[in-house]
């Protein structure tokens, strides 16, 4: 049986627990019975606002970590019974994570990498939105890019990185050391240029703005995980990211991203 938690309408106050039948695998897809689902913020915001789904009733939720239940035509690498982590994305799909069983696209899944249940989850959606920031809305070198590398002094501010799960991200100082860190940064011959911003508000955007303006970079740049607030001072360019434009504008990205770079990320820190 094939348990869902479905939102019936748009802005519905409660989901609906309801028995549906188990789906099949398209090509290119893979059914994966569930045994973790993650909550993240854009569930409320899809839920509470409406946020990005047109066709009711849905089932939300984005992050997983399962074993393979079904594979379909044209689908290498996965057999069934593997043990996965995945991004159902509901704002892509219309299928989302908060059911028994779910469909995933074959690029938005890697091996669970030796994670548990409980924690793989975690992952998916963090790692997309960071990677979606980084390496399209500000144009940085994707790790292991078999580009030839260039020296570069420039240096990049996250705003709130506490908020995103990779290991390679770090809290930067909170605003009272800021005029520190530049100082030490220029000390060191680097240049901020570009800005990630994780705590989107008036005051965040302000303040990271003046910094790049400040710092004196050519060309800066912010990326913020969240609308621009209304009424903010645009002092320097930016974007919006989100996740899911990997799996509809950046497909490269989500294959290089689950099918290369997760991997390789955390055998280097367990070595």
Known sequence: ????????????????????????????????????????????????????????????GSDVADDVAAVGPGVTGSAEGDRVLGFAGVLYTSTGACQTYTVLQATARRHSLGLEYATAPALPLAALTAASALFVELGIHRPLDARPVVQSHDGLLVWGAD?????????????????????????????????LITAVS????????AVLLFAGGPQPKTATL???????????????????????????????????????AIADRDN
């Open 1 to 60: 049986m094939n348990l869902t938690a479905v939102l019936p309408s748009k802005q519905a106050p409660a989901l609906e627990v309801r028995p549906l039948t188990i789906p099949s695998p398209g090509t290119g897809e893979l059914v994966v019975r569930n045994r973790a689902v993650a909550g993240n913020p854009v569930d409320h915001l899809v839920q509470n606002l409406g946020l990005g789904v047109t066709v009711y009733p849905t089932v939300l």
């Open 163 to 195: 908020r995103l799960a990779p290991p390679a991200c770090s809290t930067m100082p909170t605003p009272p050391s800021l005029t520190n860190m530049i100082a030490a940064a220029k000390a060191d011959g680097i240049t901020l240029v570009r800005a």
């Open 202 to 209: 008036p005051s965040s955007v302000g303040s990271t703005s």
């Open 226 to 264: 969240a609308p621009w607030p209304q009424g903010a001072p645009e002092l320097v360019p930016h974007a919006q990211t989100l996740a899911v434009a990997a799996f509809t504008q950046h497909t490269d990205l989500a294959h290089w991203l689950f099918g290369t770079y997760l991997a390789q």
